[in-house]
């Protein structure tokens, strides 16, 4: 397979390399492909399915389907987008997302998709579970709340970190993270701020201590720009 073989992405022709899955090839030319649980670093996971495409007439996901040439790929489409928003707004509804007072707004993934993808209202009626949260480390704080089962820290936990702090627990809306120490409390476990898993987290469930707003709202990553121009702007930048 030479470096110039392509598949085409909504009629637009991507260039591929061998192994690459869809979504890698669309976020290296530039063109987003909403996800959640997707990272560079990681295995592929297929958990959140927002990247959910059509090949040759075919849901996948694009994260864990490898790009071939010829494959014609429909991604931003009425209907997979309106999926997305389905997606989206129970995410939202199954845990307690307060968009204007977490300190990750503007840094918030599922934040940047949701306006992104217009989603104007969470459409279904709130669960609002009784979550709580952990302040018990020094430097870390857990806010169960915001926690939308990506497993990214898990993952970086056990893969990259080598410590296991995290694990999901539970089935369907009673999934949950559990912190792996003998009193569930982060505060007792080796976990610490340089470790991966503190820094994988794509919305407010993991954040640092004493840093929330050293940067202003309205000058955070995805306040300057959309999350799918941030796709645009990253691939500009690395070639």
């Not at 997707?38 to 996948?60: A, Q």
């Not at 991604?75 to 997979?80: A, F, Y």
Request: charged share 25%; glycine share 8%; hydrophobic share 35%.
């Amino acid at each position: 397979m030479s470096d110039y073989e392509t598949f085409l992405l909504d009629g637009r022709p991507v260039p591929l390399e061998r192994g690459q899955s869809i979504l890698e090839a669309a976020l290296k030319a530039g063109h987003f492909i909403p996800n959640l649980c997707h990272h560079p670093e990681f295995k592929p996971h297929g958990s959140c399915k927002l990247c959910t495409v059509k090949v040759n007439g075919r849901f996948v996901s694009a994260c864990t389907v490898k790009a071939m040439p010829g494959q014609e790929v429909a991604s931003n489409t009425p209907e997979l987008n309106g999926n997305r928003r389905v997606l989206l707004q129970m995410l939202f509804v199954e845990g307690n997302h307060f968009c204007p007072g977490c300190e990750k707004s503007g840094n918030c993934k599922l934040q940047a998709l949701a306006y992104d993808l217009e989603m104007l209202t969470p459409h279904y009626e709130h669960f609002y579970p009784a979550r709580g949260l952990d302040a018990s480390h020094p430097d870390v704080v857990i806010d169960f709340n915001r926690c939308i089962m990506c497993e990214l820290c898990v993952r970086a936990s056990r893969d990259i970190d080598g410590k296991d702090v995290f694990a999901l627990a539970g089935r369907g809306t009673e999934s949950h993270i559990v912190i792996n120490s003998p009193t569930g409390k982060l505060g007792d476990t080796d976990f610490a701020l340089g470790d991966k898993a503190a820094s994988v987290c794509p919305v407010g469930a993991i954040l640092p201590k004493r840093v929330g707003f050293a940067v202003p709202i309205g000058e955070r990553i995805y306040d300057v720009d959309a999350i799918s121009t941030q796709a645009e702007k990253r691939a500009t930048e690395e070639a």
